[in-house]
């Protein structure tokens, strides 16, 4: 069950202050990087809504993603609506996409879950890889930025690009949170606990599996947004199935059901990716190994593991009365 | 306020439960007795809608609900406990109770407000806590609780939910003589608005708390009658208590 | 288009059919007795392209190629059991997905640290060039080539798992473990042979699917995808379902592509989802 700890807002804001002051001290490709963290920072949370908390392990996030970025292209560019309206369209075509997704495979759990994802995030790739009228695998572009001038942002501006997306990145956290806080995120952990008994105190949890699911993406549409909105141009890359599995790296780097994890693993894989391949080509063995060794070290993640030592030494040292406020990570088995 | 008629159900060619028909009133305290396989539990998993009857109807309160799956009978106030423990086992016992409060008072679809700190949820946890003596170990870890205490937010989970009618399969089951006293109590102070059916294999608990009695054997009732009755009556004997007492 | 064409499109949909089946009957074999989703299985099919690339540079015959890469690829997925495999048996898929997709990293970079990322040929045997008549039509000789080996490992296996003893152990271990050890059925011995022998036919697949698709290094990626689909479409765990599930998927993903080609790469995912709601087990579940 998730808790917002003292802790995990100190990590969060340390990571968002961190993220503000690499973006306005570095350079113009230092503001490339934290957007990217940003986008993969939010994908991540999205899945960890899913997979920490509902033992969803999607493989169809950044179709969803994906999703929202080409009905938000589709709105703006191509009909010629306004920039609002299209965003709004863009969120509801993903959370209703995810919502049916999750609504078809609510009764499907471990490897199957898995794969159905997998499957119906594939076709939603190959549907806009094979659509000529946006343009297939060369993508789409003509997409502009909302113009913000009215209330003094530059958005052109790629520092100010930067420092909204931070912002967006603390909305989606700060929306997460609240949910999974609320009774039904409590629920949702209930449900992959023991689902049989959360369906004998009277909950339909295969639609509270969906609405979760709808909710996620609601979010993954959010990072869908700004990735949009970076490049000015999207192409179906969002939607192939490696891109959800990056999220679900960054989810695990980070620390599995504990929302600020994804944030902090995200930072760690941008990072790496970037400091890496500065010096070898081969950055993706060095990703692979850390991901075998985070999974084999117990699975906690960076932060996950952080935490559980400092509520290992709290519980030494102090009365066990502040369990209840004390986070509860649920690394390890997910079957 | 229960009412069986003619419930049956086969697995394959078995027959679990045959032609049973039950007449519970409102309030009452009904046990079910029964040696192993006599379909005690399956008639429970009937009634909750956890498995669906080959025969007959089941109404609660003049409804019928045999259409109705395990939730909709939760909602309409079906609770239950189990023989084998069936809880949270990674979460606190806070958390569990949490789980059933917030099911129970409508809270479990909200989405703003934290459900750990919304005083109705907290006053249930606390009622439901100090009703089955677990007040002391609310923040414990369930996984990592003793037998007993399990067995008791087993029971828990079941009233948190404040149900019409509360199915306890075998609530003291595998616990000691202190456990069965407090059980006892605990059971003599739920209020009559709540309707109960206990599976129990304890005779002192059986007759102490009973109205009346049900006996079914080869899934067939074979005897129905008060305690007293029970006592006294030869098939019972025979097929039961004549046995010399079962133990789980 | 007249007869001829059909019936190479026949042909073409049976060798493709045939290179999934060697792939995923590895696959769901060592799902069904070890519970185990290995999508490195593909990285492995990938190395027996890459390794029969380099023994056939190394004696000039297509022939050692053939033969030694499965056994080196075994040898690599000996070494992966070991050192991964066994000890995550247990650990949820989730974290079987995470540290297989690791695997896939890491061999995705040694095949390029190794030999580089343009795509390299491997020539096929000299008595296997050209083209052969058959069913009416000249179709290149080694893809029949191809063909017959895919049914030929299949009958083998077919041999094997009802006819002897290794077999019914074999069955017995996959319908119920518990029991199968209480039977004195040495269960990790067997678990070890027959993860060994689903990499050798996926180095077996990559070294022969060499000379027809040149080996790239985003091979067992591309090939991943369908294997999995084939799998889960046929149950996982399921013998009779693999070979079911490739043949759907070979002769759907063929066909379609010439019948009805803006729709055909949906298809498969289609069938997919279709099959995973409605069928969850697969078409042919695995008992058990």
Not at chain 1, 306 to 316: A, C, F, H, V
Not at chain 2, 141 to 148: D, E, L, Q
Not at chain 3, 214 to 227: E, V, Y
Request: proline residues 3%.
């Amino acid at each position: 069950m998730f808790y917002q700890t003292k802790f995990r807002s100190i990590t969060l804001i340390a990571a968002l202050i961190f993220l503000a002051s690499y973006a306005s001290f570095g350079s113009y490709f230092a503001r490339e990087i934290v957007v990217e963290i940003i986008i993969l920072a939010i994908l991540a949370i999205s899945l960890d809504l899913c997979a920490g908390f509902g033992g969803m392990v999607s493989l169809c996030h950044g179709a969803i993603m994906g999703v929202a970025a080409y009905a938000f292209a589709i709105m703006s560019a191509k009909l010629g609506w306004p920039l609002f309206p299209s965003a709004l369209i863009g969120l509801l075509a993903a959370v209703v996409v995810s919502g049916l997704v999750g609504w078809v495979t609510a009764r499907t759990n471990g490897i199957f879950f898995i794969m159905a994802t997998l499957a119906f995030g594939q076709m939603a790739y190959t549907f806009f890889f094979k659509s000529r009228w946006l343009g297939g695998d060369d993508g789409m572009g003509g997409i502009s930025r909302f113009d913000l001038s009215a209330i003094g942002l530059e958005m052109n501006n790629s520092l100010t690009f930067t420092y909204l997306g931070l912002g967006v990145l603390l909305l989606a956290y700060g929306l997460t949170a609240m949910v999974m806080r609320s009774g039904f995120g409590r629920t949702l952990s209930g449900i992959h606990v023991n689902e049989d008994r959360m369906k004998a105190l009277g909950v339909n949890t295969a639609a509270h599996r969906a609405k979760a699911m709808a909710f996620s993406g609601f979010i993954a549409g959010l990072a869908g947004l700004i990735a949009a909105q970076h490049t000015l141009y999207i192409s179906p890359e969002l939607l192939i199935w490696t891109t959800s599995g990056e999220a679900l790296i960054v989810v695990i780097l980070g620390g599995l059901g504990t929302l600020v994890g994804p944030v902090i693993g995200a930072i760690l894989l941008v990072l790496m990716k970037h400091e890496i391949s500065d010096y070898t080509d081969y950055w993706h063995a060095f990703i692979g190994l850390v991901l075998i060794f985070t999974v084999l070290a117990g699975g906690r993640g960076v932060f996950g593991q952080i935490e559980y030592w400092l509520n290992s030494l709290r519980s030494r040292h102090h009365d066990p009365d502040n369990h209840q406020t004390a986070g509860k990570p649920q690394g390890g088995d997910h079957a | 306020m229960l009412e069986v008629k003619g419930l049956s159900k086969d697995f394959g060619g078995l027959h679990v439960i045959r032609d049973l028909s039950l007449s519970v009133t409102a309030g009452e305290r009904r046990v079910i007795l029964g040696p192993n396989g006599a379909g005690k539990t399956t008639l429970f998993h009937l009634l909750a809608g956890t498995l669906k009857p080959s025969k007959g109807e089941i109404f609660l309160d003049g409804q019928p609900i045999k259409a109705f799956d395990a939730v909709k009978r939760a909602r309409l106030g079906i609770a239950r406990s189990y023989q084998k423990n069936n809880l949270f086992e990674t979460l606190t016992i806070r958390e569990n109770l949490m789980l059933a409060a917030a099911a129970a008072l409508g809270k479990s679809t909200h989405m703003v407000k934290d459900s750990s700190r919304h005083p109705d949820i907290r006053q249930r946890i606390d009622e439901i806590a100090e009703q089955v003596s677990l007040a002391d170990q609310l923040d414990q870890t369930v996984g990592t609780a003793s037998y007993g205490n399990r067995r008791q937010l087993e029971v828990g989970l079941a009233l948190a939910t404040r149900p019409k009618l509360l199915l306890m399969d075998e609530p003291t089951s595998g616990v000691g003589p202190t456990m069965i006293d407090r059980f006892h109590r605990l059971l003599e102070q739920l209020p009559r608005d709540i309707t109960v059916l206990i599976i129990e294999h304890d005779m002192d608990l059986a007759f102490g708390v009973a109205d009346r009695i049900t006996v079914l054997n080869f899934g067939e009732k074979v005897f129905e009658g008060t305690p007293e009755d029970t006592r006294g009556n030869a098939t019972v004997r025979d097929i039961y208590l004549g046995t010399g007492g079962y133990h789980a | 288009m007249d007869l001829s064409f059909w019936i190479l499109q026949f042909l073409n949909a049976m060798q493709y059919s045939m290179l999934l089946f060697l792939l995923s009957i590895g696959l769901t074999v060592i799902f069904g007795l070890l519970h185990f989703v290995n999508l490195a299985h593909a990285s492995l099919y990938m190395m027996g392209a890459y390794i029969g690339i380099s023994v056939a540079a190394l004696t000039g015959s297509f022939w050692a190629a053939f033969f030694l890469a499965p056994v080196i690829v075994t040898l690599i997925g000996a070494m992966l059991y070991f050192t991964l495999i066994d000890r995550m048996r247990t650990a949820g898929p989730m974290n079987q997905v995470l540290v297989t997709f690791g695997l896939i990293f890491i061999f995705l970079d040694l095949v390029r640290m190794g030999w580089g990322d343009i795509a390299l040929g491997l020539d096929g045997p000299q008595s296997l060039s050209g083209t052969t008549r058959f069913l009416g039509v000249d179709y290149p000789a080694y893809r029949l080539f191809i063909i017959a080996l895919g049914l030929g490992v299949m009958t083998t296996m077919w041999f094997i798992l009802s006819r002897t003893q290794i077999g019914a152990m074999i069955r017995a271990s996959v319908e119920n473990t518990d029991m199968a050890a209480a039977m004195g059925i040495n269960v990790s011995t067997l678990f070890f042979l027959v993860f060994c022998f689903g990499c050798a036919l996926a180095g077996l697949a990559g070294v022969a699917a060499a000379p027809i698709l040149s080996a790239t290094t985003t091979m067992g990626i591309t090939i991943l995808i369908p294997t999995l689909i084939v799998v889960v479409i046929g149950g996982l765990g399921s013998l009779e379902g693999a070979i079911a599930g490739s043949i759907i998927i070979g002769f759907m993903e063929t066909f379609g592509a010439v019948m009805i080609p803006s729709f055909s790469a949906v298809l498969t995912y289609v069938l997919l989802a279709v099959v995973l709601i409605w069928r969850p087990q697969g078409l042919i579940p695995a008992r058990g």
